[in-house]
């Protein structure tokens, strides 16, 4: 009875080990692809931006002279960012085609055409 327990005991360990290994492998293999992203009056650099569904993202969204935002209604997805500062925007896109986000922090005059574009495809 004391050999079944123990055999038991390390069994259920070596599994624990075996699943901790393999997640931790599998993270480090597929870290997010960040993207730098600048918000300056009227525009987004880069403007357009090509994703893979199912490909974790970060963008890290940085703002060179005042406040804005960026917000794809489609995706659900909002980030704000304070003048001089970045913000990140977290998401692994589930669906393809191209989705336009806005800017969502009124930003003066030009503001109705500060546009990102994402092309998400298979």
């Not at 079944?4 to 993270?27: C, F, K, P």
């Not at 935002?69 to 909002?78: M, P, T």
């Not at 109705?112 to 998400?120: C, I």
């Amino acid at each position: 009875m004391k050999k079944r327990l123990m055999l038991l005991a390390v069994s259920a360990a070596l599994a624990i080990t075996v699943m901790i290994l393999t997640t931790d492998s599998t993270l480090a293999q597929n870290p997010p692809r960040r993207i730098e992203v600048t918000a300056s009056k009227f525009s987004f650099a880069p403007a357009e931006i090509a994703l893979k569904k199912g490909e974790p993202v970060v963008l890290v969204v940085h703002s060179a002279d005042a406040a804005h935002g960026l917000r794809f209604r489609e995706l659900n997805l909002e980030v704000k960012v304070d003048k001089g500062s970045k913000s990140e925007m977290r998401f692994t896109p589930d669906k393809t085609g191209d989705f336009v986000g806005h800017c969502s922090v009124f930003c003066g005059s030009g503001h109705g055409g500060m546009a990102l574009t994402l092309h998400v495809t298979e």
